[in-house]
T-cell receptor
Framework: AQTVTQSQPEMSVQEAETVTLSCTYDTSESDYYLFWYKQPPSRQMILVIRQEAYKQQNATENRFSVNFQKAAKSFSLKISDSQLGDAAMYFCAYRSIFGNEKLTFGTGTRLTIIP | DSGVTQTPKHLITATGQRVTLRCSPRSGDLSVYWYQQSLDQGLQFLIQYYNGEERAKGNILERFSAQQFPDLHSELNLSSLELGDSALYFC?????????????FGPGTRLTVL
């Protein structure tokens, strides 16, 4: 079974600075999908970014980018120019390409933005 | 707004009772997923339906059941409720099944069992 580990329960960053959230995963599969979801205080789960394992290029969405290291099974999220609205819980998630399409989530990282 | 709707937003009930949570997927989405978010278990997959048929099961208790109707909305039924069932229940939807489509989440239903 796949597992996802987020080793940083809490992180904080100054507004306008850059922060990196870590995620590692364990799998025996060669192809899969990885995601970062954001959960603000409203509790809504919002997709931030997704990465297909077969793509070598790191995904980018505006101020959000990932550092995908397939051999190391690492999938970190970099947030540039942090804004107050970025304050939230961030969850890393894994999904198999074949078979069960469930998302397997990490335990989350709470990000605080310091004005 | 993801386009996925869930009702009710909040539900407070007593142990031993039965409740039904409702989910309407995004327009055009055929696949529906249910997840439970609790303090001790984190976010866990419960069950998936695709176009009315059960597609996959996760850590869903026997006291829980779900179905997807012809209009593609889905209901999650929780019975013989226990204190430990208190959690946030999310529904997510995607266009298809088997193609890696992104799952978009609804706002969740917060269930409190007293």
């Amino acid at each position: 079974a796949q597992t996802v580990t987020q080793s940083q329960p809490e992180m904080s960053v100054q507004e306008a600075e850059t922060v990196t959230l870590s995620c590692t995963y364990d799998t025996s599969e060669s192809d899969y999908y990885l995601f970062w979801y954001k959960q603000p205080p409203s509790r809504q789960m919002i997709l931030v970014i997704r990465q297909e394992a077969y793509k070598q290029q790191n995904a980018t969405e505006n101020r959000f980018s990932v550092n995908f290291q397939k051999a190391a099974k690492s999938f970190s999220l970099k947030i540039s120019d942090s804004q107050l609205g970025d304050a939230a819980m961030y969850f890393c998630a894994y999904r198999s390409i074949f078979g069960n399409e469930k998302l397997t989530f990490g335990t989350g990282t709470r990000l605080t933005i310091i004005p | 707004d993801s386009g996925v709707t869930q009702t009710p937003k909040h539900l407070i009930t007593a142990t031993g009772q039965r409740v039904t949570l409702r989910c309407s997927p995004r327009s055009g989405d055929l696949s529906v997923y249910w997840y439970q978010q609790s303090l001790d278990q984190g976010l866990q997959f419960l069950i998936q339906y695709y176009n009315g048929e059960e597609r996959a099961k996760g850590n869903i208790l026997e006291r829980f059941s779900a179905q997807q109707f012809p209009d593609l909305h889905s209901e999650l039924n929780l019975s013989s409720l226990e204190l430990g069932d208190s959690a946030l229940y999310f529904c997510a939807s995607s266009v298809r099944s088997g193609y890696g489509d992104t799952q978009y989440f609804g706002p969740g239903t917060r269930l409190t069992v007293l």
